[in-house]
């Protein structure tokens, strides 16, 4: 195995870990926020309480998804997102990277890497994360996705 090879594999793996770990954080925050509304819902006879307390989600997954963005990304200000997300939603954000359809990997220069996953999913979402090398490791920028077979890139929040 050559060590551009290993490098691949590494880099790929590191993108497919942090999209994986991230979605389940994603969908466990949103079933139990589901769950909590079921219970809101039944203790009131079917009807919706807004004014209910309710748990603070976002500062749950605001303390879940802190520590990956911290291994896997690059420090750089992230002013509407990073460790103070305010959304999170069904799909999850990285939906169906685990089972992409198609995977491929660049590499641009010694210093960058462009990973691409194209999903089956409802969206039909492809991704394409920008990973850089900063101190010697090799960390995720940004990513960037589209749905339904488009071809201008979107700029996401991460």
């Known amino acids: ?3 551009d090879t290993s490098l691949q594999d590494q880099i790929l793996s590191m993108v497919i870990n942090f999209a994986s770990q991230w979605n389940v954080i994603e969908n466990d925050i949103r079933n139990q926020m589901d769950a909590e ?8 006879d079917g009807v919706y309480d807004h004014y209910a307390p309710r748990t603070n989600w976002f500062s749950q997954l605001n303390e879940r998804i802190s520590p990956l ?8 200000p992230r002013i509407y997102g990073g460790k103070t997300q ?10 169906g990277i685990e089972t992409a359809e198609k995977t491929a990997l ?7 890497i462009e990973v691409y996953f194209k999903t ?13 090398k900063k101190a010697g490791k090799w960390k995720i920028d940004s ?5 339904y077979h488009k071809e201008k890139w979107n700029n996401q929040i991460l």
Do not use: Q, W
């Open 1 to 3: 195995m050559n060590e």
């Open 37 to 44: 509304e079921a219970i809101i819902i039944k203790k009131n």
């Open 69 to 76: 963005i911290d291994h896997f990304c690059t420090e750089k």
């Open 86 to 95: 305010r959304s999170f939603g069904f799909p999850s954000k990285f939906n």
């Open 106 to 112: 660049e590499i641009k220069s010694k210093s960058r």
């Open 120 to 132: 089956t999913m409802t969206f039909d979402d492809e991704y394409l994360f920008i990973v850089l």
């Open 143 to 147: 990513y960037k996705n589209r749905r």
